[in-house]
């Protein structure tokens, strides 16, 4: 029967080709005559892998996996090279094989949603095109920092999974409009979330977040779901009044820093020649209060940002943002809204 189906799609010269909902275990093979077809739909069936004869399609941009028996990722795939669209939700897939990413440079979604998942490979760099990623309801328990590198992104759905951090090179897609994260095991977001320019939607609610990342009231947010958390609340252990004692590596690095800040200073001219100094003070933070640099001690702070208020979203809600203070000094000034968390820190 479903031969007859191919040889109706071959002379009436189809750009699309269905298959759904028809019970069937095994694709034919026939199907790879479909050379022509753009759009494949073999969702909604049993089917646990597919016939390497398929690799002659080689115009489909769109394949439809979903709902199927597959234990990994078709090993044809990798031939698919046009391919822009790929479904392969509730399946029962537990690792995709790098090969086959490899042979995809031109994906611009991937729904993985309700699997067995719990790797996603470096190689996943390999999709450069890629817009939409989608592996919600799997047992995800890291993230690669390359997918950092896929610079096209505008969504990720990671939720429903069983992450505990989110690598800092994520904070370099500027294109990110939506990110969903809700009931994973985060204890933090990444420091760097300016990085998310474009960042539109957040959705953390049911993570163990005690606070958000510095700088987090300037992002350009329209919405943010965070209940389920664990945030720090209002009443604080107020600071015991010290003086910090600074070492001298910290109180070089401040001195160097300062200078670095005029960019026509003999510091600021010179440090590009001396590469792992420049590294070493590349993670500098602010003071949030007198906007001073320092390197390896700062108070650690908090100040509550309240949603509508602060940041112009609709939800009428504070919630806690991480500051860093460069000094008890500033800590003590008075007039400033951050609340002292713990001791003076130092890495
Ligand atoms: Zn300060």
Redesign the pocket.
């Known amino acids: 029967m479903e031969k007859n189906l191919v040889i109706r799609a071959l002379k009436a010269n189809a750009k699309s080709f269905s298959l759904s909902c028809k019970k069937i275990s095994y694709v034919p093979k026939s199907i790879a005559r479909l050379t022509c077809i753009l759009t494949l739909q073999l969702n909604n069936n049993c089917l646990s892998s597919l016939p390497l004869e398929l690799k002659s399609l080689h115009q489909l941009t769109e394949l439809h996996l979903g709902n199927n028996a597959f234990e990994e990722l078709p090993v044809v795939l990798k031939h698919l090279n046009s391919l822009r669209k790929l479904y392969l939700f509730r399946n029962k897939i537990t690792t995709l094989p790098s090969e086959v990413l490899d042979g995809l440079p031109n994906l611009v979604l991937l729904n993985l949603n309700h699997n067995k998942i719990r790797v996603i490979p470096p190689a996943i760099k390999s999709l450069v095109c890629l817009e939409t990623i989608s592996v919600t309801d799997n047992q995800l328990q890291e993230l690669p920092a390359e997918l950092g590198s896929l610079r096209k992104l505008t969504e990720i759905n990671f939720t429903n999974n069983k992450l505990t951090r989110v690598p800092q090179q994520l904070c370099n897609l500027s294109k990110l409009t939506e990110l969903y994260l809700a009931r994973n095991n985060l204890t933090e977001l990444p420091e760097g979330v300016l990085g998310w320019t474009s960042l539109r939607v957040l959705d953390i609610a049911g993570n163990n977040l005690s606070m958000f990342p510095v700088d987090f009231q300037q992002l350009p947010l329209e919405e943010l779901l965070c209940e389920g958390n664990e945030f720090v609340q209002c009443e604080l252990l107020e600071s015991k009044q010290e003086r910090e004692v600074l070492s001298l590596k910290e109180h070089a690095a401040r001195i160097v820093l300062k200078e670095d800040m005029n960019k026509f200073s003999v510091v600021a001219r010179s440090l590009p020649l001396y590469p792992e100094l420049a590294h070493m003070l590349s993670h500098r933070g602010k ?1 949030a ?4 640099p320092f390197l390896t001690t700062w108070l650690e702070c908090v100040q509550f940002i309240n949603l509508k208020k602060d940041m112009g979203m609709k939800k009428n809600l504070t919630v806690p943002v991480r500051a860093l ?3 008890y000094s ?1 800590f003590n000034k008075r007039g400033h809204s951050f609340y002292g968390l713990v001791k003076l820190h130092t890495e």
Do not use: N, T
């Open positions: 003071c209060l007198c906007f001073q203070l460069c000094s500033c």
